[in-house]
C-alpha cells in the first residue's frame, strides 16, 4: 500500500504504478513541506526533469515506426537539454526499474547498457560505466533499493545486490552481495602537518 505522503491513490498497488509515477512518488515523498511546497518543489527538481526525459524515451521506443519519426528527435533535443543543463546523462537504453530517485544534479552519468533495478538512489558525481574488454567487457547490474553517494564510480561487467549502499568517492570494481556497505577506506591520508600558513619561500615569493 501507498504511504500517506504519496499523491497516488491508496487503492494502487506499488507494483502495478507505472516506472514514471514510482519515480514520482518517491520524490515527492522525499520532500518536505506543504503540498504546494512539495509539488513545486518536484517540479523544479532537475532529477524530475532528468526521469521524465528519461521514461519518455523509454515508453517512445515501443511506438511504432512511423510516430517514432516524430517522437525520437523530441527525445534527442530533451535529452541534450537535461545534459546541457543539469549533468544527468542517462541514456534510455539503460534498463532502469520504477522508483528511480535523483536528489541532486551534476555529473551523473550511466551506461547505455547499465541494468538498475527499483527504488535506486542515485547521488551526484556518480559514473556507472563500462569497463574490460572481450567477454569480460560490460557495465554493472545493480539490484534494489542500491544508495550510491556522491562521486563514487561503478565500472564494469560486475553485480550489485539488493539494499546495498555505496560511500561517497567509493571505486567499485567487483561484485557487492546484498545488504553491502561498501566505503572509501581509509577515507583521507594525513602527508604533512605543516598546516596551512605559507612558509618562508611562499613568504618571499609574494605568495
Known amino acids: 500500500m501507498n504511504s500517506p505522503s ?12 507505472s516506472p514514471l509515477r514510482a ?18 518543489s518536484c ?15 523509454q515508453w517512445s521506443r515501443s511506438r511504432p515506426k512511423a510516430l517514432r519519426i516524430l517522437l525520437d528527435p523530441l527525445y534527442v533535443i530533451l535529452d541534450f537539454f537535461v545534459q546541457a543543463l543539469w549533468g544527468i546523462e542517462i541514456p534510455r537504453t539503460a534498463q ?6 535523483i536528489g541532486h544534479y551534476g555529473g551523473i552519468t550511466v551506461s547505455p547498457i547499465a541494468v538498475i533495478g527499483r527504488d535506486c ?4 558525481g556518480i559514473t556507472i560505466g563500462v569497463s574490460g574488454s572481450g567477454a569480460k567487457r560490460g557495465a554493472p547490474t545493480i539490484g ?12 564494469g561487467k560486475i553485480a550489485i545486490g539488493n539494499n546495498v549502499k555505496v560511500g561517497a568517492n567509493a571505486v567499485i570494481h567487483k561484485d557487492l552481495p546484498d545488504n553491502a556497505i561498501a566505503v572509501l577506506d581509509p577515507g583521507f591520508k594525513i602527508i604533512s602537518y605543516a598546516g596551512n600558513r605559507p612558509t618562508n619561500e611562499d613568504e618571499s615569493a609574494g605568495v
Open 6 to 17: 504519496s499523491v497516488l491513490p491508496a487503492k494502487r498497488s506499488r507494483r502495478a504504478e
Open 23 to 40: 519515480d514520482l512518488r518517491r520524490r515527492y515523498a522525499m520532500t518536505s513541506g506543504s503540498t504546494l511546497q512539495r509539488l513545486l
Open 96 to 101: 532502469i526499474g520504477p522508483g528511480l530517485y
Open 121 to 124: 538512489n542515485l547521488s551526484q
Open 43 to 57: 517540479i523544479r527538481s532537475p532529477g524530475v526533469h532528468a526521469v521524465l526525459v528519461l521514461r519518455f524515451g
Open 144 to 155: 534494489d533499493n542500491v544508495y550510491i553517494a556522491p562521486g563514487a564510480r561503478l565500472f
